[in-house]
Every structure is written in C-alpha cells, then in structure tokens.
C-alpha cells in the first residue's frame, strides 16, 4: 500500500511533467505571452462576436489550423490585420497575447 505523501509526490511530478510538457509545446513566438491579458482583449473587443457575425458555427469556423493561417507567425499576423482593420491600436505584445490565445484554443501550433 502506497503512503499518501508518496501519492502525492507522485501526482507533483505528474503535474509538473504535464506543465514542462505544455510549455515545451508552446511555439516560440508565444513563449513568453501573457495568456491573461490576451483572454482579456479578446473578450472587451467582442473579437468572438465579431467572427459570429462574419462566419457560421458561432464564429469558431474561421480558426481553421489547416487553412490559410497555418503557423504562428501567420496567426500573429491576422490578429495584426484585425487590429489595423478595427482601429483597436494594440501594441506588439498584446496581439501576440491574442495570437497566444487562439493557438492555445484553437490552432494548438507547436513550433
């Protein structure tokens, strides 16, 4: 029978395996991205219902990993192009903390 401070030794290194695991996954580009701020932006400039508006299924439709955005670079790139277009006057590091978002919740790009 296993002590329980074994068990949860064993369950922090578990965590602590699958926190190295996400990280080591994260591209380069969004290493360092506030994933906060970048929730935060893209709820109070309503950037889902915007896409709801344009695109079918609630606005999910448009993150397509397979489509036209297809690296990080180029996802960072249209959140840029959402922000010219909308006047929205993000700095750098916000829109990389958009972009961050997007790749965690729907691109899932690794490198």
């Known amino acids: 029978m296993s002590h329980p401070s074994m068990i949860r030794g064993a369950l922090a290194c578990s965590l602590l395996g ?5 990280a080591a996954q994260t591209p380069a580009l ?3 991205a506030d994933l ?4 935060k932006l ?5 950037c889902n219902q915007c896409h709801a508006q344009k695109w079918t299924d609630d606005g999910k ?3 397509r990993p397979k489509g036209r955005v297809n690296t990080p670079a180029l996802l960072q790139g249209m959140v840029e192009r959402c922000s010219t277009q ?8 916000e829109v990389t903390a958009m972009a961050a978002v997007l790749n965690r919740d729907h691109y899932r790009f690794t490198q």
């Open 18 to 22: 699958f926190g190295l695991n996400a």
């Open 30 to 32: 969004f290493k360092d």
């Open 36 to 39: 906060k701020l970048g929730e």
């Open 42 to 46: 893209i709820a109070q400039h309503k």
């Open 61 to 63: 439709a448009i993150y």
């Open 86 to 93: 909308l006047n929205l006057s993000l700095f750098p590091e």
